[in-house]
């Protein structure tokens, strides 16, 4: 009897349609890159390959996945990719880290014969910017003026970007800004940072009151270039006529008024402006908890910053070693080597400055084994290249130790290391230092303006008292 394989009332399930609408709706929901290569081979298979849509979609999300050489691949593969994809492509290279890349990437499709449009032009200027190439930006400039594009208020903006940040020239960063006929809050912005960053101080503030209309964002920018030079007072009353305008401050404005705070060594004062931050629903995340702990440890409040640092939710590296550099310079090396710990469990990888945090906490406690184990587990684990104030740590462990031998051999390893240290390296060989103070001096002598008390942060508790301010009538 012959058997049939299927009943033939038996409907055999066809592939369900895959076309560009269904796999716009995949890659919306992709949530990581095993499936987004899942998605491109059905991308492939469905021949999908010319919709640019998808192509720049593939190349977005792979990139925000650190996959910036897969994107490289998909865009290599498009034989006639339009200007949106180009844009695509060259602002993955720069949010990658790759702004050098991004650059060639620009003059590849110039030679190919595309114009570039006006979203072009703030990508690559800030791929100049990222990689501090003005010659290049100033032909990126000719080039925008000669395509039209001058007229622009975002590539103006940009051009002002990049003459003041990495030109440093005032005149030509001026000049964009004085030629512009249309002016957005950007504009009046950017100036302001650019002069401030030069130190234009004044230039800003006139800059600053002929704004039409100021916003939180001009406001602290004003306020921040205050405080970056030296002139925290003139930050706090610039703050009081913020509040009575009516413009409510943001994070940053916290941040950079908790800085002023800092630099006055006025605990009372900043006790004020975590309490502003507080009654007005400000949260303690990664960037105004980290300026607490530091103003906190500053003004000579240990338990103050332990308990802001005990609130925080999110903790970023920058947070991590403030807390860590906070209990060094106030003398609990214990302390130190017990957070780092806390530390690594939570997953954050820890940097060079934290290495400087843990090894100087290793000398506190004169414990020549802690500070060999963290400086192998820095330089082996976790592939840091020593710097000055490592080495400057291990050099006082081995002089306590008495074993200056070591220090020679360290010497040695110095030499393998950045180029910056070589002078340091030599003297380690050539010299015959008996002590720890010996070593300082020998490394003072070369690096003058090294101040090696000071490793990460320039912690003072000792709170002086601020200048009255009549804005603290209004918080209070």
């Known amino acids: 009897m012959k058997v049939s394989c299927y009943a033939p009332h038996v409907n055999i399930p066809q592939e369900l349609r895959f076309g560009s609408e269904e796999a716009r709706l995949f890659l919306q929901n992709c949530n990581n890159f095993k499936q987004l290569k899942q998605i491109h081979a059905r991308i492939i298979r ?123 020239d005032v005149d030509d960063g001026w000049k964009v800004f004085d030629k512009m006929r249309v002016r957005n809050v950007v504009s009046w912005t950017t100036v302001i940072a650019g002069l401030v960053a030069c130190g234009k101080l004044d230039t800003a503030r006139e800059v600053f009151e002929r704004i039409p209309s100021k916003n939180v964002v001009s406001w602290t920018a004003m306020i921040n270039g205050y405080v970056k030079n030296d002139n925290p007072i003139k930050a706090f009353d610039l703050f009081e ?26 605990l009372k004062l ?88 843990v090894l100087s906490a290793c000398v506190q406690i004169n414990d020549l084994e802690l500070g060999q184990k963290y400086f192998s587990l820095m330089t082996e684990h976790y592939s840091l290249t020593p710097i000055l104030e490592h080495y400057t740590c291990m050099v006082g462990l081995y002089t306590r130790a008495n074993e200056l031998n070591e220090i020679r051999t360290l010497g040695d390893t110095m030499s393998l290391s950045i180029e910056a240290n070589h002078n340091v390296a030599e003297l380690l060989q050539e010299s015959k230092p008996t002590g720890f103070d010996d070593m300082e001096k020998l490394i003072h002598k070369h690096y003058r303006d090294s101040d090696l008390s000071e490793f990460v942060l320039d912690h003072s508790a000792t709170p002086t008292q601020p200048n009255s301010n009549p804005w603290i009538q209004i918080v209070s």
């Open 270 to 357: 900043g006790r004020r402006m975590h309490d502003f931050a507080l009654k007005n629903g400000f949260e303690l995340g990664p960037f105004l908890g980290t300026a607490l702990v530091d103003m906190y440890s500053k003004c000579g409040s240990l338990d103050a910053a332990v308990k802001v640092f005990g609130l925080m939710e999110v903790r970023n590296l920058a947070t991590w070693n403030t807390m860590l550099t906070s209990f060094g310079v106030h003398g609990f090396g214990n302390e130190v080597l017990d957070l780092f710990k806390e530390m690594e469990k939570a997953g954050v990888v820890p940097d060079a400055i934290t290495f400087v945090g």
């Open 46 to 168: 469905f021949r999908l390959t010319h919709d640019q849509l998808l192509i720049r979609k593939l190349c977005q999300i792979s990139s925000s996945y650190g996959k910036i050489d897969y994107a490289s691949l998909v865009f290599d593969q498009l034989n006639d990719p339009d200007i949106f994809t180009w844009n695509v492509m060259i602002r993955a290279y720069n949010t990658s880290g790759l702004p050098q890349k991004s650059i060639f990437l620009f003059k590849d499709m110039i030679c190919c014969g595309f114009l570039p449009d006006k979203f072009t032009y703030p990508f690559v200027i800030n791929a100049c910017i990222a990689s501090g190439v003005i010659d290049f930006g100033r032909l990126t400039h000719g080039l925008a003026i000669k395509m039209g594009f001058w007229s622009d208020v975002y590539v103006q903006n940009n051009m002002m970007n990049l003459y003041f940040k990495i030109g440093g």
């Open 241 to 266: 006529r913020m509040l009575i305008d009516n413009v409510r401050p943001n994070e940053f404005t916290l941040v950079s008024l908790i800085k002023a705070c800092t630099d006055l060594g006025s």
